[in-house]
């Protein structure tokens, strides 16, 4: 089996994304953390191989690979049982359009360099940023909540995992950090506590890492 090795961080959505993906397929792997508070992802060693400093990253025999959905499609490419994506080209555009829903629209306004740029750079109080993570993670869950009802049954589309609950999972932990009311989401929250009880999943869980300190 090639060589895995992930790079991230603990509280990390995005790297939390990759590990439920690895688990959801059985892969053994290691991991290097990155402390993201102290810059350890700024690091010369580290931009070396990933040059825009930026978790996860996927060590990997052939290459080192970047960004989390791209991770995951390769994983999905490279190792396809079971798949985390359906068998139909419509089923598939559907669970993408999940996912980057997360990834393109809640995720880069509310990851950590936007809200220190929020506090540091424009003085932005906590009150205000935790507001501000809010507004885009409800505003993005409100569409999660729509396309379930939709599409889900078990899990957010079908009945089996896929990359769709690789994302609502880390980012329904993240909602829970910021403290957002999830009680209007009741379709969305079903499937991913479905998902968490998955034992492979549980033990991805941020407080389960091996760099995890809880502070």
């Known amino acids: 089996m090639t060589m895995l090795r992930l790079h991230g961080y603990w509280r990390s959505s995005a790297a939390y994304r990759v590990r439920i993906a ?9 991991q290097t953390g990155h402390d993201l508070r102290t810059n350890g992802h700024k690091e010369a060693a580290y931009r070396a191989i990933a040059p825009a400093g930026l978790v996860p990253a996927l060590e990997t025999d052939e290459d080192v690979f970047v960004q989390s959905l791209a991770i995951i499609e390769w994983l999905d490419e490279t190792y396809p049982h079971p798949p985390l994506l359906p068998p139909d080209a419509t089923g598939r555009v559907i669970v993408r359009g999940m996912a980057q829903t997360i990834a393109c629209d809640i995720h880069p306004l509310n990851n950590l360099r ?17 507001g501000w993570a809010a507004r885009w993670i409800g505003d993005g869950f409100a569409a999660l909540e729509k396309m379930i009802a939709r599409h889900g049954g078990v899990f957010a589309y079908g009945d089996a995992p896929t990359l769709a609950d690789c994302l609502t999972v880390p980012q329904a932990y993240n909602a829970a950090r910021f403290g957002v009311d999830l009680s209007p989401y009741p379709r969305l929250m079903a499937t991913v506590e479905r998902v968490r009880a998955i034992d492979a999943v549980a033990a991805a869980h941020p407080d389960r890492q091996p760099d995890a300190d809880r502070a």
């Open 114 to 130: 936007i809200l220190r740029y929020l506090k540091s750079d424009l003085g932005a109080s906590q009150e205000v940023i935790d």
């Open 22 to 30: 690895l688990a959801l397929k059985g892969l053994s792997y290691t």
